[in-house]
């Protein structure tokens, strides 16, 4: 599990789709109307369910939404499959959490920082500095090409924004961060697996950890 595991390097491959709820959700129902991920891989990819435009593209996508949703585990597809617009978002963008540490760990660390600090503005100049700062430990986001740089910024901040943690200002390089609501299903699913994953959606340190907020 990667929060609790320093030595495993960051997944930077989550650009091949943003947040994507109702995808997910199809690629949810497929699972589990079939028990066998390769089952619904192939159903998915032979009815064309994720209304691709070519076959590439559907195999890209079919790719990154199985990934994510495989470290899920089975309340947390079932949610997924069969709750409401709010809980399927939540549940997304916690399989992008536990498929991706960088982006766990920006959600954690970076926007839960600035939060505590009574800054809940995210701005151009915060993002790059951490960053930079994680390249010093990760020599992979070093190497990024300009353009792969530019990708991920922009996935993670669209994704960030669907998910509900961030929302545009007025002049879209500034973004206000705000801790999402969490319905009681989504909270039991998650701590039924793991509380630490409740960081992910901004919850400070004492509630993670079980406190009552004061």
């Known amino acids: 599990m990667h929060p609790s595991d320093p030595t495993i390097d960051y997944n930077l491959s989550f650009t ?34 994720l209304q691709c435009r070519s076959t590439s593209s559907a195999v890209r996508l079919e790719r990154e939404l199985r990934q994510r949703l495989e470290t899920l585990t089975r309340d947390q597809i079932v949610l997924l499959a069969e709750a409401t617009v709010e809980d399927r978002t939540a549940i997304a963008w916690l399989s992008i959490c536990k498929h991706s ?8 660390e970076a926007l839960r920082d600035k939060l505590v600090a ?6 151009p100049s915060d993002y790059e500095s951490y960053v930079e700062n994680k390249s010093l430990a990760h020599p992979g986001l070093a190497r990024l090409t300009p353009s792969s740089k530019t990708k991920i910024r922009r996935v993670l901040l669209t994704m960030l924004t669907e998910a509900g943690l961030l929302v545009s200002g007025p002049t879209g390089s500034t973004r206000a961060i705000q ?22 959606f901004l919850v400070p340190d004492a509630e993670v950890a079980g406190q009552s907020p004061p």
Not at 179 to 200: E, K, Q, Y
Request: proline residues 6%; contains cysteine; hydrophobic residues 50%.
């Open 118 to 123: 009574h800054d809940p503005t995210l701005r």
């Open 101 to 108: 540490r960088f982006v766990f760990e920006f959600a954690a």
């Open 179 to 200: 801790r999402p609501a969490l319905s009681p299903a989504v909270v039991r699913v998650i701590t039924s697996d793991n509380r630490h994953w409740l960081a992910g």
């Open 16 to 49: 091949a789709a943003s947040l994507r709820p109702e995808l997910a959700r199809i690629v949810a129902e497929c699972f589990l109307a079939r028990g066998d991920w390769a089952l619904a891989k192939e159903h998915i990819l032979s009815t064309n369910a």
